[in-house]
T-cell receptor, first 115, second 114 residues
Framework: DTEVTQTPKHLVMGMTNKKSLKCEQH?????MYWYKQKAKKPPELMFV???????INESVPSRFSPECPNSSLLNLHLHALQPEDSALYLC??????????????FGSGTRLTVV | AQTVTQSQPEMSVQEAETVTLSCTYD???????LFWYKQPPSRQMILVIR??????QNATENRFSVNFQKAAKSFSLKISDSQLGDAAMYFC???????????FGTGTRLKVLA
């Protein structure tokens, strides 16, 4: 299995809703990432998990809450989002946090719309 | 500070022709790696090709090749025999040894004309 699977593919939520994004990989990768991508822009790093522990938070607002229940699964819990949080949320994985030489494997993303 | 610059927001190429996408970068590190990622309408970012800075030989992957000019800090991507499936946003990216993230350029949208 050489894929990163993200669900759901599309999500529309209200500003008072609580929702979660899910990301799964079975490649034995030990680092997993959440990226946010606005239209026609490059991805921006949000969080890095290394060996199931949060190692990097790129000053992301607390309304985004990541969770790594096990080495294959990464969640992003969303609460009280703003319309400007509407974006494509990409999950990625790599062999290790400091081993980016082989590149990331990305998922296809969740298109989030906050209304 | 490390930067990656893609000066061409959009490019077009006729099917079966060759196109070159430009990328320049800046870093003070000696141990770094450069990448081209492709993002088609399906949204998934796909690694196209990578280059290790200490290797002088330009990387190639089938129809994709790079022109790595280390002194000029230039890393262009050449796509030969362009196909409709090559239409996508292409991002150039830089990472250095021991860091945890990539520095991405702003992207070049490639259109392939039938």
């Amino acid at each position: 299995d050489t894929e990163v699977t993200q669900t759901p593919k599309h999500l529309v939520m209200g500003m008072t809703n609580k929702k979660s994004l899910k990301c799964e990989q079975h490649m034995g990768h030990r680092a997993m990432y959440w990226y946010k991508q606005k239209a026609k822009k490059p991805p921006e790093l949000m969080f890095v998990y290394s060996y199931e522990k949060l190692s990097i938070n790129e000053s992301v607002p607390s309304r985004f809450s990541p969770e790594c229940p096990n080495s294959s699964l990464l969640n992003l819990h969303l609460h009280a989002l703003q319309p400007e949080d509407s974006a494509l949320y990409l999950c990625a994985s790599s062999q290790g946090q400091f081993l980016l030489l082989d590149g990331y494997t990305f998922g296809s993303g969740t298109r989030l719309t906050v209304v | 500070a490390q930067t990656v610059t893609q000066s061409q927001p959009e490019m077009s190429v006729q099917e079966a022709e060759t196109v070159t996408l430009s990328c320049t970068y800046d870093t003070s590190e000696s141990d770094y790696y450069l990448f081209w990622y492709k993002q088609p309408p399906s949204r998934q970012m796909i690694l196209v090709i990578r280059q290790e800075a200490y290797k002088q030989q330009n990387a190639t992957e089938n129809r994709f090749s790079v022109n790595f000019q280390k002194a000029a800090k230039s890393f262009s991507l050449k796509i030969s025999d362009s196909q409709l499936g090559d239409a996508a946003m292409y991002f150039c990216a830089l990472t250095t040894s021991g860091t945890y993230k990539y520095i991405f350029g702003t992207g070049t949208r490639l259109k392939v004309l039938a």
